[in-house]
């Protein structure tokens, strides 16, 4: 038995099938290939993976997008702010703010549990990717507890 302690929220099974949702969702909707991250509520890092063909540094930019998402506890596209805010923003965190489309928050009602960032396509296709697969997610989540 492990006793060490866990952070509340997803499990690598949920990232896992996080990630393959938005993979497939892009695939479907014939985007470019993306890479996509699913990090913890620390900001860490979960699973990340890379569609073949995928620029390599789309891996980086999802998982600053999902943190921007966490950051700022809203979408990574939805807080508008003046270039220079934006600069000391992103110096505060090493570059891992991103304000552009394509990092959401991971839910379960009004309870944060991680974020997903995808990159690679256009920001509107990153974001649509991420949160097809977060809402199929939360639909599914629903099914096995409806309660």
Do not use: C
């Not at 099974?13 to 993979?23: F, I, Y």
């Not at 014939?30 to 073949?52: C, K, N, Q, S, T």
């Not at 891992?96 to 920001?123: E, K, N």
């Amino acid at each position: 038995m492990n006793d060490t302690p866990r952070l509340p929220g997803l499990r690598l099974a949920d990232a896992d099938a996080l990630v393959n949702s938005a993979l497939g969702a892009a695939a479907e909707r014939g985007f470019p290939p993306l890479a996509v991250a699913v990090l913890d509520v620390a900001g860490e890092v979960i699973a990340l993976r890379r569609a073949d063909g995928g620029m390599p540094m789309t891996s980086r930019i999802a998982v600053a997008k999902a943190r921007t998402a966490l950051l700022t506890l809203r979408p990574s596209g939805a807080l508008e702010l003046p270039g220079a805010i934006v600069g000391s923003i992103q110096h505060l965190y090493d570059g891992d703010y991103v304000p552009f489309a394509g990092g959401v928050l991971v839910t379960d009602g009004d309870v944060v549990l991680g974020a997903a960032g995808a990159s690679g396509g256009h920001a509107r296709e990153d974001d649509e990717a991420v949160r097809t697969a977060v809402q199929r997610w939360q639909e599914d989540l629903l099914r096995r507890d409806p309660g």
